[in-house]
């Protein structure tokens, strides 16, 4: 059964920094792609950042220079570290991670989320 369980959110101040991370109940390269998204209330879900199996990365234009995402492959962890945190970064975070175990069947996993505040 694939489970990914967050940890790491909190209350910041602005400026501040926070490192969530993304431990994987399964091989971290059995996910095409992982990464983290977000949703602020009334705010649709939006990606953050992903990592590709390959190692390539991708990044929301808003936290782009300010967070970063890596993998721990021994761990099946993936991380993200946020700097130069703003109030507009308040959200849900949810690890998200996508396999695939055909070329007609890919499924998505999302981890239960954790809260991140950023008071200004």
């Known amino acids: 059964q694939v489970q990914l369980v967050e940890s790491g959110g909190g209350l910041v101040q602005a400026g501040g920094s926070l490192r969530l991370s993304c431990a994987a109940s399964v091989n971290i390269f059995s996910f095409n792609n992982i990464g983290w998204y977000r949703q602020a209330p009334g705010n649709q879900r939006e990606l953050v950042a992903t990592?590709?199996?390959?190692?390539?990365?991708n990044y929301a234009e808003s936290v782009k220079g300010r967070f970063t995402i890596s993998r721990d492959n021994a761990k099946n962890t993936v991380w993200l570290q946020m700097n130069s945190l703003k109030p507009e970064d308040t959200a849900v975070y949810y690890c998200?991670?996508?396999?695939?175990?055909?070329?007609?069947?890919?499924?998505?996993?999302w981890g239960q989320g954790t809260q991140v505040t950023v008071s200004s």
């Open positions: 990592i590709t199996r390959g190692g390539s990365t």
């Open positions: 998200n991670g996508a396999i695939a175990y055909s070329s007609t069947d890919s499924r998505g996993f």
